[in-house]
């Protein structure tokens, strides 16, 4: 069974910093995807970025990158020059090619931006 | 695109109701997922529809739940004689077709059984 693992419940940040949070997965599968969600308080969640296991580089999207570590199984997510629209929980998720796309989540890790 | 859309917003009812939840995703995306999330945890998968076809169902989707996607388009989701463990808020998603496995999500029915 696959499983998703976000060691991290909460991490604060001060504005303009930066904060890397955490996330390490099982599978036996070599081809799959891996995510990281945004769930900001009471609004609904939104994709931040997306790997796929294939690719060696490591994706980026604007202040937000990741590193993956495919031996170590490892995929954090790191959050450059924070802003107070960046306070939510983010959820580290994973998909095979061969499970219809259905993600399977960590707990969340709760983000707190202060300024 | 007016993205994923779910109704109610949120629903009380007494245990032992009847309630159903209503998903309208993205009108290209030919699959649609829901989840179910308890408070302080991540979303956890219940079923899945690639068009009108219920492909996937978890081992958490007991007897008591139905979901349906007549036509491939909207969906619904039904508990029949709640429980106050079904007490979450339920997510809907959806995907467009091909190797694409970004999912869009609803806002959510947030379920209280009292």
């Known amino acids: 069974a696959q499983t998703v693992t976000q060691s991290q419940p909460e991490m604060s940040v001060q504005e303009a910093e930066t904060v890397t949070l955490s996330c390490t997965y099982d599978?036996?599968?070599?081809?799959?995807?891996l995510f990281w969600y945004k769930q900001p308080p009471s609004r609904q969640m939104i994709l931040v970025i997306r790997?796929?296991?294939?690719?060696?580089q490591n994706a980026t999207e604007n202040r937000f990158s990741v590193n993956f570590q495919k031996a170590a199984k490892s995929f954090s997510l790191k959050i450059s020059d924070s802003q107070l629209g960046d306070a939510a929980m983010y959820f580290c998720?994973?998909?095979?090619?061969?499970?219809?796309?259905?993600?399977?989540f960590g707990a969340g890790t709760q983000v707190v931006v202060t300024p | 695109d007016t993205g994923v859309s779910q109704d109610p917003r949120h629903k009380i009812t007494k245990r032992g109701q009847n309630v159903t939840f209503r998903c309208d995703p993205i009108?290209?995306?030919?699959?649609l997922y829901w989840y179910r999330q308890t408070l302080g945890q991540g979303p956890e998968f219940l079923t899945y529809f690639q068009n009108e076809a219920q492909l996937e169902k978890s081992r958490l989707l007991s007897d008591r739940f139905s979901a349906e996607r007549p036509k491939g388009s909207f969906s619904t989701l039904e508990i029949q004689r709640t429980e106050q463990g079904d007490s979450a808020m339920y997510l809907c998603a959806s995907t467009s077709p091909g190797p694409n496995y970004e999912q869009y999500f609803g806002p959510g029915t947030r379920l209280t059984v009292t």
């Open positions: 790997q796929e296991a294939y690719k060696q």
């Open positions: 009108s290209e995306h030919n699959r």
């Open positions: 998720a994973y998909t095979t090619t061969d499970s219809w796309g259905k993600l399977q």
């Open positions: 599978t036996s599968e070599s081809d799959y995807y």
